[in-house]
């Protein structure tokens, strides 16, 4: 395994760091020290087939190659790699590493194996993905993301949607993995997009157009209301005079795609009323609603659900 001996360096990293890692398989003939410091090189030099020939083949290639390693190595650059053998004991060694990682420096120990007569380094990163996989459209590095599991070059990630209706972030694009043969998930966050927000909204407002057309102060199954003993029936015309895009819209956690909208509408309506004596006037009224509804962005057209 890699261990921190750096403790100082592995602060001023600010993580990324592995605490233990086990090293298995390969194809690496160089000596311990060597097949560390040319598996972090061929990194550093944007040569992922290269890299891969220092340890077990992985399950999965699909983000491990020469396009995606450099522009990792574009965001974070592999720079100043020391290694020195500290122990050799029959098939197991020790292995003193040092080097940089875009800003963050590593100062580790590599406990290594020979396998069928082969110094081995681990040579991937194993991300989890199946807490992410709810986020539609989800990509790495451009790439469309349909496991659960996948395998990557340690370094950078960019993790971005195709979907317009929400936007992606990575709260820990900075606190990448640096040492290989870990595991780790990412932590994404999608929220509600200005085109997402507008589409929920036009949504919402054509979901509403049947309390609009209503001819009643008080329709049935819609929000507004308002109380006129002297109303004369049928004869009410509303209207919305609230900007529905301005509404407190969130994405939910899970779904990103159902849209909860919880807040206040405003209304206006002109209708007639008749008094004892017969009269009839023209009278108009503002009330305020509360409305509660889920827009779901992932039907086309979206599908809205009025609460209450």
């Excluded at 991937?124 to 790495?140: A, H, K, Q, W, Y």
């Excluded at 206006?268 to 023209?282: G, I, L, Q």
Aim: aromatic share 6%.
């Amino acid at each position: 395994m890699w261990v921190v001996i750096g403790v100082v360096a592995a602060l001023v990293a600010g993580g990324g760091v592995a605490a233990g890692l086990l090293l298995t398989g390969g194809n690496s003939s160089a000596g311990p020290d060597k097949a560390v410091k040319d598996y972090l090189t061929a990194l550093a030099d944007g040569h992922a087939a290269e890299a891969l020939k220092f340890g077990p083949k992985p399950a999965s290639t699909t983000f491990l190659t020469d396009d995606i390693l450099a522009k990792q190595q574009s965001e974070a650059k592999i720079t100043d790699v020391e290694t020195h053998t500290l122990e050799t004991k029959g098939d197991h060694a020790r292995v003193a590493v040092k080097y940089k990682f875009g800003s963050k420096s590593q100062d580790v120990e590599a406990d290594i194996s020979k396998v069928k007569g082969k110094w081995q380094v681990p040579t991937t990163v194993d991300i989890d993905m199946s807490d992410e996989r709810s986020i539609p459209g989800l990509t790495l590095f451009g790439k469309p993301l349909t496991e659960d599991k996948i395998y990557v070059f340690p370094g950078p990630l960019d993790f971005a949607t195709t979907n317009t209706d929400i936007t992606l972030k990575n709260e820990s694009k900075d606190d990448y993995e640096t040492t290989p043969g870990e595991g780790t998930s990412p932590d994404l966050t999608a929220a509600l997009s200005d085109a997402g927000k507008k589409k929920a909204a036009t949504a919402l407002t054509a979901a509403l157009q049947k309390c609009v057309k209503s001819k009643e102060l008080e329709p049935d199954g819609c929000p507004q209301e308002v109380f006129d003993f002297e109303f004369v029936a049928h004869t009410a015309t509303w209207k919305i005079t609230s900007d529905l895009s301005s509404l407190n819209m969130e994405s939910d956690l899970d779904s990103p795609l159902q849209v909860r909208v919880d807040d206040e509408v405003e209304w206006s309506v002109t209708y007639k009323a008749k008094d004892f004596d017969n009269k009839v006037t023209t009278e108009q009224d503002t009330t305020t609603s509360f409305v509660n509804a889920t827009v779901d962005l992932s039907k086309n057209p979206p599908a809205v659900s009025l609460d209450g």
